[in-house]
């Protein structure tokens, strides 16, 4: 069997289904998802404890899975979990993993690098509040509570990563030194557009603007751009663009800060072309280069940030999606230590999951709305037997 993360091919040969239930039908204060979760935690307790069995080249085996982790988008994990920790500014703790002391350090120096290998921390969990999940072995550990590259990275802070380059290349004149800002964008979006034909990439963004990259009121930061596929595809391109800009030929401090985003972009690009390229384990020698790329990404995103605001820019915005990103680093970092070839953490990108979604909610809105449940579980049963024949049989 090849070894890749299950990102790739149809994703009812990867997910399994357990429930259907139109939002109108829920009751109020969180009663059906609790139920719901409630009953799927028994589900898995009873496939860890008995297992199932099924036939195998003529013989009978017993299955016994093991549920590793949660993945999820941020304010689902928040809600299952009933976690105290949040990224708003009046949240006092940021992070699940840590107290989150100075959240915004990345240097080597920084609380989050210097955490020991099996470090505890304070429970993130509300105390008056006990999650469903917390029955299933294992369940209370908060590193089961799975950071997400895609929502931390590229629905993250990668976007603003990718807008504030753009933005500040267009500024000290890459795409052309004369006009507006706009006008500016509009010529880097004609090369964007040209490099994606070229590379038969795909995007859905259409056009560049300070209105696209939300900094049309003074004093805002540039952030968006497309979807989440769009900030993989804007930082390859941007990684050409910055091939192409020598630091020297500004004077400081642009110098220092151009040569800090090269630095950083690589970096970024070089982590996601890893981990893509591998398999659901990485080797030791992969492990270790992802390590090195993931602090230099994460780090130079903060030097970054207060290089061009010590300029009195507002570039690089600091969000603390950029302190689970370090973690997602720091795992890897702790399970080399621990000698083991260390999961490969695109098994927790949400990408698959939110498209399996979507196939299963568009076929509930075929069906009538009083039969939908049903109906929906029925119809997808019917694509699961389609699909299963057409790639499981010889
Ligand atoms: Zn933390």
Not at 61 to 89: C, E, H, N
């Amino acid at each position: 069997m090849k070894d890749e993360v299950n990102l790739k091919g149809l994703t009812y040969n990867t997910r399994l289904l357990y429930a259907v239930i139109p939002s109108s039908m829920y009751a109020k204060k969180d009663k059906t998802i609790d139920a719901l979760i409630k009953a799927m935690v028994d589900d898995l307790n009873k496939l860890y404890h008995e297992g199932f069995e099924v036939r195998m080249e003529g013989a009978s085996v017993r299955m016994r899975p093991v549920w590793i982790g949660t993945k999820g988008d941020w304010p689902w994990m928040r809600k299952l979990y009933k976690l105290k920790s949040g990224f708003q500014a009046q949240c006092h703790r940021k992070c699940h993993l840590c107290d989150g002391a100075d959240w915004w350090d990345m240097a080597p120096s920084s609380h989050l690098r210097n955490l020991p290998l099996g470090y505890h921390n304070p429970s993130p969990y509300w105390p008056n509040f006990r999650s469903p999940m917390f029955d299933l072995p294992g369940g209370q550990d908060a590193f089961r509570i799975r950071t997400d590259p895609t929502h931390t990275y590229h629905i993250g802070y990668g976007k603003d990563e990718n807008a504030s380059i753009l933005v500040l290349l267009a500024q000290l004149g890459h795409f052309g030194g004369k006009g507006s800002l706009d006008a500016k964008l509009e010529r880097a979006f004609e090369r964007f557009a040209i490099y994606c034909k070229s590379t038969r990439k795909h995007t859905s963004i259409t056009f560049f603007s300070k209105k696209q990259f939300k900094i049309q009121q003074k004093g805002s930061f540039p952030c968006g751009g497309g979807k989440g596929h769009d900030t993989a595809v804007l930082g390859a391109w941007l990684e050409t663009e910055l091939t192409s800009v020598s630091a020297d030929s500004f004077e400081s401090p642009w110098r220092e800060i151009v040569q800090v985003m090269k630095y950083m972009n690589r970096a970024s690009c070089f982590f996601w072309r890893l981990l893509y390229t591998s398999g659901m384990f990485l080797s030791k020698e992969s492990a270790q280069s992802a390590i090195t790329a993931g602090w230099d990404m994460v780090e130079g995103y903060a030097v970054c940030s207060s290089l061009t605001a010590a300029q009195g820019l507002r570039l690089f915005k600091c969000r603390p999606k950029l302190h689970m990103m370090g973690h997602i680093t720091l795992i890897l970092q702790h399970e080399l230590l621990r000698g083991a070839e260390p999961m490969n953490p695109a098994c927790w990108m949400c990408w698959g999951d939110e498209d399996f979604i979507g196939r299963i909610s568009r076929t509930s809105r075929h069906q009538h709305s009083r039969t939908s449940p049903l109906r929906t579980l029925q119809v997808s049963l019917m694509a699961y037997k389609r699909h299963w024949n057409t790639c499981f049989t010889d």
